[in-house]
């Protein structure tokens, strides 16, 4: 009679596959220790088609032959199979809103957010951010109880404009959202490159644009919105341009 041979020894392990030390003569089965299951007894000794992150006992016994039956079956190797790595990346994160502190992202299932591309958060509202400041924003499918995380989808660029304006050459009257202290044929670029924010920021002239050669005058805005209604606007005050036509005359003085 024969005795029960040792337990397999296992030779690697991915994530859907076993593999143990073949030994002429001897046969190999795999249990799903969790879902239980009929045992094939298999000769090559490896075991193909498994689940991500489950843990088998694997078991060895001699084969019968002609003259002999099958040995007794042995005691159990353990085996946890790998996570499974995703094959797919999930599209780009899409902003449904923002405003100067805060970004919200389309929610999509399983789907984590990141600014770095190294700490991810599963809410689709990052906060605390920086106005002025602009943001690279990835996502990922998160990792899970049967698969890593994906790899990080692209990136898009995300502008926090800032929710009020402030400058070290002009002063800034916050109240009455006024730029005063802007010295006569101050141009455009000259304006808003002495703004803090400048970069975000346009000048007009009514409803009209202005370049940024144009000498401005009292009653112009300063602008800073964007697509998503977060808007500021400030009205510049030339020294000594009373009635707004960008030069001083006698006209300024009655």
Not at 90 to 110: D, F, M, R, W
Not at 224 to 249: L, P
Request: hydrophobic share 35%; aromatic share 10%; with cysteine.
């Amino acid at each position: 009679t024969l005795s029960a041979p040792e337990a397999p020894m296992i030779m690697g392990s991915s994530d859907t596959t076993v593999m143990v030390n073949v030994r002429a003569g001897y046969e190999y089965a795999i249990r799903d220790v969790e879902n239980g299951g009929s045992i094939v007894w298999i000769t090559s000794g490896e075991f193909t088609g498994l689940s991500p992150a489950k843990v088998y006992h694997v078991y060895c016994r001699i084969a019968e032959t002609e003259t002999t039956f099958a040995s007794p079956i042995s005691e159990y190797s353990e085996v946890v199979t790998d996570k499974s790595y995703p094959t797919e990346v999930p599209e780009k994160p899409v902003v449904i809103a923002k405003n100067s502190y805060s970004i919200t992202l389309k929610a999509v299932p399983g789907v984590e957010f990141s600014l770095d591309g190294e700490h991810f958060t599963r809410s689709n509202v990052i906060k605390d951010l920086i106005p002025g400041t602009t943001y690279s924003v990835v996502c990922r499918y998160r990792e899970t109880d049967t698969s890593y995380a994906s790899f990080n989808s692209e990136e898009i660029y995300v502008d926090i404009i800032p929710d009020k304006i402030t400058s070290r050459e002009y002063k800034i009257d916050e109240l009455n959202k006024f730029i005063t202290e802007v010295p006569m044929g101050t141009s455009v670029g000259m304006l808003v490159s002495n703004l803090d924010y400048g970069k975000y920021a346009k000048v007009y002239d009514g409803s009209k644009a202005m370049g940024k050669l144009t000498s401005v005058s009292t009653g112009n805005k300063v602008v800073i919105d964007d697509e998503y209604g977060n808007r500021v606007e400030y009205t510049v005050i030339v020294k000594g341009d009373v009635n707004g036509d960008g030069i001083v005359t006698v006209t300024d003085m009655l």
